[in-house]
């Protein structure tokens, strides 16, 4: 009963916003799902997948950064042509993170940009474990005076960094979420515990017809499921709109990027 209200007010407000909620048929037939598409070996090469991968990121070098999808596989930076630059397992617990030089800083370590072989030990500043941490220590107090203590406390632990608690943050001031190099150190500010700046965008590839919902998809709220219509350099093609493929630049190349195939050279 409360899942078929819960659909019933989900479906209202679709159309209270002007949207059509019934599934319609594929308006685009005759053009290709990505997947077949990406098969045509005279237009496609593929260089990668994400097999064991939770993310493919291109860097402003060219290189690419193979991110694991679990913390007992290694990260990988290689070059395009799947040569290896630099492997590490990393802690996942402490920060990973590339600056716009492209220095590395894991496990508490710098690797210098580009041949990441000269390393040196670099301080990292979570705040939030901080806090916790003084937070069990303080235990032993009453709610009122923990929590008193404990606001004492983050504001020292942020002044050196010239940071202040949100709660004394006023309009137009630095966010709250600080993932940077202060005072020597890497300081984190946020629950995200992994950040790339020298990455290179992606860009979009134009569609030739609006987005088509198919078929909708059960849990706790009903999810729309949608069909996206795009063209590449006069390829027409098709997928879901969880696909969202991309085109990037490599080393003069065209490279077509999909979360859902990997990565592919357009030949």
Wanted: aromatic share 14%; hydrophobic share 40%.
């Amino acid at each position: 009963m409360k899942s078929n209200i819960l659909t019933l007010l989900y479906l209202s407000l679709l159309f209270l916003f002007g949207c059509n909620p019934f599934p319609k048929k594929d308006a685009h037939p005759e053009v290709p799902m990505i997947g077949d598409l990406l098969k045509d070996k005279t237009k496609f090469r593929k260089v990668m997948d994400l097999t064991a991968l939770s993310e493919i990121i291109v860097l402003k070098d060219g290189r690419v950064l193979l991110k694991p999808d679990n913390s007992n596989l290694e990260f990988k930076i290689i070059d395009v042509e799947n040569k290896l630059i630099f492997k590490a397992k990393y802690d996942w617990e402490i920060p990973f993170y590339i600056d716009d030089h492209g220095d590395l800083y894991i496990n508490q370590k710098k690797y210098f940009h580009p041949l990441y072989k000269k390393m040196q030990e670099f301080k990292t500043v979570v705040f939030q474990d901080s806090i916790d941490n003084k937070w069990a220590d303080l235990s032993h107090l009453s709610d009122s005076l923990r929590a008193k203590a404990v606001d004492e406390y983050e504001k020292n632990l942020l002044k050196p960094y010239g940071l202040v608690p949100c709660e004394y943050q006023v309009v137009n001031t630095e966010s709250c979420n600080v993932f940077e190099i202060r005072n020597d150190a890497l300081v984190v500010r946020q629950s995200e515990l992994f950040k790339v700046d020298f990455l290179k965008p992606k860009k979009d590839i134009p569609k030739f017809d609006d987005d088509l919902l198919i078929a909708w998809r059960n849990g706790k709220l009903p999810t729309p499921a949608y069909l996206s219509y795009y063209q590449l350099d006069g390829l027409k093609f098709k997928c879901t709109d969880m696909a969202y493929p991309k085109t990037i630049r490599i080393a003069k190349k065209d490279f077509l990027y999909s979360s859902d195939f990997g990565l592919y050279e357009i030949l």
